[in-house]
């Protein structure tokens, strides 16, 4: 049931933010301006960030005594991106099935590996953002204060996530097994240094790309702010991706970088605007190449997708038994 809850919940927030573009494109249908040369620049950008998030992916696997083939797993994230927008986060389920079916990758370590994923993307991000806000901006307003609070508090929960102490379960039952092999698996991730150093490193690259086609975007519309701003809201828009309020952060991301655009100095209305053409950038990349690479990996093995749907509707009936 709190799945469709959060489907519902990014309907209804993006529908309102529409609504309120609606009452304003009088003043806002003069900053559409995008050309093929600015969309080319986006494009093209936003495949060397499926690049590089890809590599990210084949060097925590390789940590978890993994070896993946690099394309595959570009094939693998265009498909993910795709799917994670049906419910019950069909996208990652469907990735976790596709790794074990194909690499052998234990649902456990699966799980060790998205979780360091994840945290690794949000201590990243909110290390770049809350450094250039202090360094260019400051924190005097009353916005930049709560930006800055929310990037602090992103950064302490994620490393403390990433790095406290578990204790290992002693028992005999599956749950016991399950969690002795998740933990296995966050031993070998938190302990190599080196994979977590690449990691960042290639997530930082990341967040540089996705600040410039916010960059591009910005301009094209004839707002001229400091580059280190679009730091700022790459930092706030790449990591409320991967919370997974709702569906591809649907609704929730734009309402945050509009928030952000604010902090920059900017109307709230100009950043919905820019957040919502991102939107419908990352909407056409899903639906034309992630549909292609989706249909390729369907292709190539069908079982996969049943499987994957099976574990779906297991899964959704689990938690609306709970």
Excluded at 46 to 52: D, K, R, V
Excluded at 115 to 141: E, F, N, P, S
């Amino acid at each position: 049931m709190a799945k469709w809850i959060k489907n519902i919940l990014g309907i209804v927030i993006a529908a309102l933010l529409i609504w309120y573009l609606g009452k304003h494109w009088d003043k806002l249908s003069a900053l559409l301006k995008l050309g093929p040369v600015e969309l080319f620049a986006i494009y093209f950008i936003t495949f060397l960030s499926m690049l590089s998030n890809s590599y990210i992916v084949v060097v925590l696997l390789k940590v978890l005594r993994v070896r993946t083939r690099f394309w595959d797993m570009v094939l693998l994230q265009n498909a993910t991106t795709l799917l994670n927008y049906l419910p019950m986060k069909f996208g990652t389920i469907f990735r976790a099935n596709y790794l074990k079916r194909h690499y052998g990758l234990s649902y456990a370590h699966f799980g060790a590996f998205f979780v360091y994923l994840t945290l690794l993307i949000t201590a990243a991000t909110a290390v770049a953002g809350v450094t250039v806000l202090l360094l260019v901006y400051g924190v005097t307003g009353y916005e930049a204060k709560l930006v800055a609070g929310v990037f602090l508090s992103v950064f302490v929960c994620s490393i403390f996530l990433a790095f406290m102490p578990l204790p290992m379960p002693k028992g005999s039952n599956k749950l016991s097994a399950v969690l002795r092999n998740f933990l296995i698996g966050r031993g070998r991730v938190k302990t190599d240094k080196r994979a977590l150093i690449y990691g960042g490193v290639f997530l930082i690259i990341n967040l540089i790309l996705y600040s410039v086609r916010l960059g591009v975007i910005y301009n094209s519309m004839g707002q001229n702010i400091h580059p280190a701003g679009f730091l700022i809201l790459g930092a706030l828009g790449y990591f409320i991706l991967f919370l997974g309020l709702t569906p591809g952060s649907l609704g929730i991301r734009e309402l945050l970088l509009g928030s952000g655009a604010v902090v920059l100095g900017l109307t709230l209305e100009v950043g919905i605007l820019a957040a919502l053409i991102d939107r419908a950038i990352m909407l056409s990349w899903s639906f034309v190449v992630g549909s292609a690479c989706t249909i390729w990996l369907w292709h190539k093995s069908p079982s996969d997708f049943n499987q994957t749907k099976r574990d779906s509707i297991k899964s959704s009936c689990n938690q609306i038994d709970t």
